[in-house]
C-alpha cells in the first residue's frame, strides 16, 4: 500500500489581496510620517482604535442569517457576537468618542493611519485592504472646522511633495444637493441615496453613465445591473445641471447654485456654510487655485451630512508608451454630525479628512516625488572569510551607529555570488576584508553604483580586472569615512 501524499497547499494570495514590496512600503511610511508631522502641528493627537469592532457598533453594514458579511469581513465570536474588520477609521472614531466622551477635551482633535478592509468586487487597482490615513475634529459645528479641515488637506498635499498647481481640494455641501432634490420632490432616504451615489461616479462614468444611474439604472461591463434612482427627465436634468455648475472662482459658484436651490431652507444652509468656508481659507491665504467651490463633489459614503471635499492631483506622469496617467482623487472627507450620535442619543458635531495611503503613494512614485530613490544607501559587509562573521557583524554595527543602512552578509556563496547580492539588493558599497587586508590593516571598498555605470561602457575584460576603476583600499582607522565619500557621490 503506497504512502499517503503529503498535501501541499498552493503557495497564492487571496483574490482582491496584494503583497507591498520594500519600496512600496517606504514610500508609503514616507508618506503617512510627512502627513503625520503636519496633523502634529495642527495640533492633532494620535489615536490607534482595533481591527476589529462590534458589527453593530460600525453601523453601515450589519450581519444578518443569510450573509453575515455583506460589505465587510465578518465572524461570530464564541459569545455569539457578531465582529467586523473595520471598513475604514471613521465609524470606530465616533464609537470611541461615544465611549471615552465625558473624559475627552472638546473639540477632540485626533489623527490615525492604519488599514481597512472592505469585502468588495475587486478590480485593477481596487483592493480589499488598503491603508488610511485620518485626522478628525469631533465637537465643532462651525463651518470654521471644515474650513481648516480643508486647509489642512491642502498642507498635506504641500508635505507630500506637491506644488500648488499640482492638486486641488474640491469643496461641496451635500445639503445643497438634498435642496435641489427637495426642490423637484426627490428627497426620500433611499432616493436620495441612490442619488448621491450616481453623482459620485460622475468623473468615472461621465454624464451618460450618470444619466442612467439617475434614472432606471446603468448595466456595467460585467454584465451587473445598478438599479437607479428613477427620476423623470426634467429631476434628471435638474441634477445635471447642479453637478455643472463648477468652474471660476468659489463665490462665482456660490452664485450659481442660488437658482437650483429654490426655497429649500436646507439647500440655504448648505450655501451659507460655503460663503463662510469662502471667508476662513481666504482669511488664512488658501486661494481660489488651491480650493474650489465643486458641486460634482459629493462623496460615497451616507454618513455625510454637510461640506464635503476631496483633494484631486493635477499632476501627471506618462505611462512607458507616452500616455498620461490621471490620478484623480487621493483623499477627501467632510462633516458627519450624526455618527456619535448613534451610540448616545446625543447629536455631536464632526468633520475629518482622510486620504488612502497606497493610492497617494503610488501616484507620488510614479511622479518621481517619493518611494526608491529616497531611501538612505544601503552598505553590505562581505564574509570574506567565513570563521570571522563576528569581525563582519561588528563592522555592519559600526556602520549603523554612523548612521548608515548596513548589514553583514550571513549566507553562502563565494565572493561573486555575495556581490551578485549585493548588487541586486541595490547596495551603494560593499565592504571587504580578507586575509590580505586584514593583515594590512587596510579595508577594501567598492562603490557598486560607479562600477554598474562603468561596467557598462567596459568591453575589455582584463583592462577592467587591471584597473578596478570603482575600487579602492583605505587604511583601516579611516573606512567609515571612505564609506561616507562614496555614499556622497551618489546623492543629489
Keep these: 500500500m503506497s504512502a499517503k501524499k503529503a498535501f501541499r497547499p498552493k503557495a497564492r494570495r487571496p483574490r482582491g ?47 444578518d442569517e443569510e ?32 465611549e471615552h466622551y ?108 450618470v444619466a442612467l444611474l439617475l434614472g432606471e439604472g446603468r448595466k456595467d461591463e460585467s454584465g451587473d445591473f445598478t438599479e437607479g434612482a428613477k427620476l423623470d427627465s426634467a429631476g434628471i436634468d435638474t441634477v445635471l445641471n447642479f453637478l455643472d455648475a463648477t468652474g471660476g472662482g468659489r463665490q462665482d459658484v456660490i452664485a450659481r447654485l442660488e437658482p437650483l436651490v429654490g426655497g429649500s431652507e436646507t439647500g440655504k444652509a448648505g450655501l451659507a456654510a460655503l460663503a463662510e468656508i469662502d471667508a476662513v481659507l481666504r482669511a488664512i491665504g ?7 467651490f465643486d458641486p460634482s463633489v459629493v462623496r460615497g459614503l451616507g454618513y455625510y451630512t454637510g461640506p464635503v471635499y476631496e483633494a484631486e492631483l493635477l499632476a501627471t506622469a506618462h505611462y512607458d508608451d507616452g500616455q498620461p496617467i490621471q490620478f484623480g482623487s487621493v483623499g477627501g472627507g467632510g462633516r458627519y454630525d450624526d455618527l456619535v450620535a448613534r451610540f448616545t442619543g446625543q447629536a455631536v458635531p464632526a468633520t475629518g479628512f482622510s486620504f488612502g495611503v497606497s493610492r497617494f503613494a503610488a501616484a507620488l512614485r510614479a511622479l518621481g516625488r517619493a518611494g526608491g530613490d529616497q531611501e538612505r544607501p544601503l552598505v553590505i559587509v562581505v564574509a570574506s572569510e567565513k570563521d570571522r ?5 561588528a563592522m555592519a554595527a ?34 571587504i576584508v580578507g586575509s590580505n587586508e586584514r593583515e594590512a590593516g587596510e579595508v577594501t571598498l567598492k562603490d557598486l553604483k560607479l562600477g554598474a555605470k562603468l561596467a557598462a561602457n567596459i568591453e575589455d575584460n582584463k583592462a577592467w580586472r ?6 579602492m583600499t583605505v587604511p583601516g582607522e579611516r573606512w567609515i569615512e571612505a564609506v561616507g565619500e562614496i555614499v556622497a557621490r551618489h546623492q543629489h
Design 67 to 98: 450573509r453575515p458579511n455583506e460589505g465587510v469581513f465578518a465572524l461570530e465570536d464564541d459569545d455569539g457576537q457578531w465582529l467586523s474588520l473595520r471598513y475604514d477609521h471613521t465609524a470606530p472614531l465616533a464609537r470611541f468618542v461615544a
Design 389 to 393: 562573521s563576528a569581525d563582519y557583524l
Design 102 to 209: 465625558q473624559d475627552l477635551n472638546k473639540p477632540y482633535r485626533r489623527y490615525q493611519a492604519g488599514d481597512v478592509w472592505r469585502n468588495e468586487k475587486p478590480g485593477p487597482g481596487r483592493f480589499r485592504q488598503f491603508v488610511q490615513c485620518d485626522a478628525d475634529t469631533v465637537g465643532s459645528a462651525s463651518a470654521a472646522a471644515d474650513a481648516e479641515m480643508i486647509a489642512l488637506a491642502a498642507e498635506v498635499m504641500r508635505a507630500a511633495g506637491l506644488t500648488d498647481e499640482e492638486y486641488l481640494i474640491r469643496v461641496n455641501d451635500r445639503r445643497i444637493l438634498d435642496g435641489v432634490l427637495e426642490s423637484i420632490g426627490a428627497a426620500d432616504p433611499a432616493r436620495r441615496m441612490r442619488v448621491l451615489r450616481a453623482a459620485d461616479k460622475l468623473d468615472r462614468l461621465g454624464r451618460e453613465g
Design 17 to 63: 489581496f496584494e503583497d507591498r514590496s520594500g519600496d512600496v512600503l517606504r514610500a508609503e511610511h514616507q508618506l503617512i510620517s510627512a502627513a503625520s508631522k503636519i496633523y502634529d502641528d495642527w495640533g492633532f493627537e494620535p489615536l490607534q482604535t482595533p481591527a476589529f469592532e462590534y458589527a453593530e457598533a460600525l453601523g453601515k453594514f450589519l450581519p
Design 398 to 431: 559600526q556602520l549603523r551607529a554612523a548612521g548608515y543602512r548596513a548589514e553583514a552578509f550571513v549566507g553562502g556563496g563565494n565572493m561573486g555570488k555575495q556581490m551578485k547580492y549585493a548588487d541586486r539588493r541595490g547596495a551603494s558599497v560593499a565592504v
Design 466 to 471: 587591471e584597473d578596478q576603476p570603482a575600487q
Design 286 to 292: 488658501v486661494g481660489d487655485d488651491r480650493a474650489a
